[in-house]
């Protein structure tokens, strides 16, 4: 069955490939398996590594082939489930292998058994796509038979698949065209946004300006006020000295008053005693009191 299936895939539209590929995919298997045969073997003393070769990857084939569609397109759906197995256990055995002492055999290792499988799995990923290219070659060879035991026009096949295509261009033009729409309209957006984002910081740095304006000039008043309160405290600093050098000068002048008018109290008080003291020496030696003059008399 197998030799079957991979002599239909190369007799298909596409064996030419297969053809060419055929010495090289022979030489990558026997490479494989001289590979898989070197790297078999584990140091003494140190347990497998997740990842390491085994049994089953040092095997040489590539799997069963699938034997119609189905099976060909559950084999893929499982071959791409083991390549994210593959890829989780390649790191897991790289971060074991970074554990070890060894860490570059190691890694050697688990790099070697994780290529093994990739092989085998890209060798069935192969003989499952020629199995569907296979069914899709029968598939095109049973149309055309239909259609030339109907009596059909052997070129309305041609024609209605001209017509697809043309529908699936149109389709395609048109989702283009909606991706262009859609990205101008993105665009569009993202310079309506730079523009209002420009529009914002403009706003903000004009508050933020009007904002210092209002501080600068609550600034000035403050030193307005400050000096006008300076201005204030030194007038009233100013009066208060001037009223106590009035209250002064005029103390001063009622004490000069005060001591003048002593000075003349007692120089009149020395002036009265003397005059009494002059006239009790008078009256003990002064003459006799001449009569008084006529003629004064008369005039007063």
Same mark, same amino acid.
């Given at each position: 069955?197998?030799?079957?299936?991979?002599?239909?895939?190369?007799?298909?539209?596409?064996?030419?490939?297969?053809?060419?590929?055929?010495?090289?995919?022979?030489?990558?298997?026997?490479?494989?398996?001289?590979?898989?045969?070197?790297?078999?073997?584990?140091?003494?003393?140190?347990?497998?590594?997740?990842?390491?070769?085994?049994?089953?990857?040092?095997?040489?084939?590539?799997?069963?082939?699938?034997?119609?569609?189905?099976?060909?397109?559950?084999?893929?759906?499982?071959?791409?489930?083991?390549?994210?197995?593959?890829?989780?256990?390649?790191?897991?055995?790289?971060?074991?292998?970074?554990?070890?002492?060894?860490?570059?055999?190691?890694?050697?290792?688990?790099?070697?058994?994780?290529?093994?499988?990739? #092989?085998?799995?890209?060798?069935?990923?192969?003989?499952?796509?020629?199995?569907?290219?296979?069914?899709?070659?029968?598939?095109?060879?049973?149309?055309?038979?239909?259609?030339?035991?109907?009596?059909?026009?052997?070129?309305?096949? #041609?024609?209605?698949?001209?017509?697809?295509?043309?529908?699936? #261009?149109?389709?395609?033009?048109?989702?283009?065209?909606?991706?262009?729409?859609?990205?101008?309209?993105?665009?569009?957006?993202?310079?309506?946004?730079?523009?209002?984002?420009?529009?914002?910081?403009?706003?903000?740095?004009?508050?933020?300006?009007?904002?210092?304006?209002?501080?600068?000039?609550?600034?000035?008043?403050?030193?307005?006020?400050?000096?006008?309160?300076?201005?204030?405290?030194?007038?009233?600093?100013?009066?208060?000295?001037?009223?106590?050098?009035?209250?002064?000068?005029?103390?001063?002048?009622?004490?000069?008053?005060?001591?003048?008018?002593?000075?003349?109290?007692?120089?009149?008080?020395?002036?009265?005693?003397?005059?009494?003291?002059?006239?009790?020496?008078?009256?003990?030696?002064?003459?006799?009191?001449?009569?008084?003059?006529?003629?004064?008399?008369?005039?007063?």
């Amino acid at each position: 069955m197998r030799g079957e299936i991979l002599r239909c895939a190369f007799a298909g539209p596409h064996g030419w490939r297969m053809r060419r590929l055929a010495p090289v995919a022979a030489l990558a298997a026997a490479l494989a398996g001289f590979a898989s045969q070197a790297a078999g073997v584990q140091p003494v003393g140190q347990p497998p590594v997740a990842g390491a070769t085994s049994a089953a990857d040092r095997s040489p084939g590539a799997g069963p082939v699938p034997a119609d569609a189905g099976e060909a397109r559950k084999a893929l759906a499982a071959i791409e489930r083991e390549r994210t197995d593959s890829a989780a256990r390649l790191r897991a055995g790289e971060a074991e292998c970074r554990r070890r002492v060894l860490v570059n055999d190691c890694l050697q290792r688990v790099r070697e058994g994780e290529r093994r499988r990739t #092989q085998n799995l890209d060798d069935r990923e192969a003989a499952a796509r020629a199995v569907l290219r296979e069914q899709r070659v029968r598939d095109d060879n049973r149309v055309r038979a239909g259609t030339a035991a109907r009596g059909e026009d052997p070129g309305a096949e #041609q024609r209605r698949r001209d017509a697809a295509a043309a529908r699936w #261009q149109r389709r395609l033009a048109d989702h283009r065209a909606r991706e262009e729409r859609r990205a101008a309209s993105e665009v569009r957006k993202a310079g309506e946004a730079r523009a209002a984002r420009a529009r914002q910081a403009g706003r903000e740095a004009g508050a933020a300006r009007r904002r210092a304006q209002a501080g600068e000039r609550q600034a000035q008043a403050a030193q307005r006020a400050a000096r006008y309160e300076r201005r204030l405290r030194e007038a009233e600093h100013r009066n208060a000295e001037r009223d106590r050098h009035a209250a002064t000068r005029r103390d001063q002048a009622l004490r000069r008053d005060a001591e003048r008018r002593a000075a003349a109290a007692a120089a009149a008080g020395r002036q009265a005693r003397a005059a009494a003291a002059g006239r009790g020496r008078g009256a003990s030696q002064a003459p006799p009191a001449l009569p008084p003059d006529p003629a004064a008399v008369s005039k007063d």
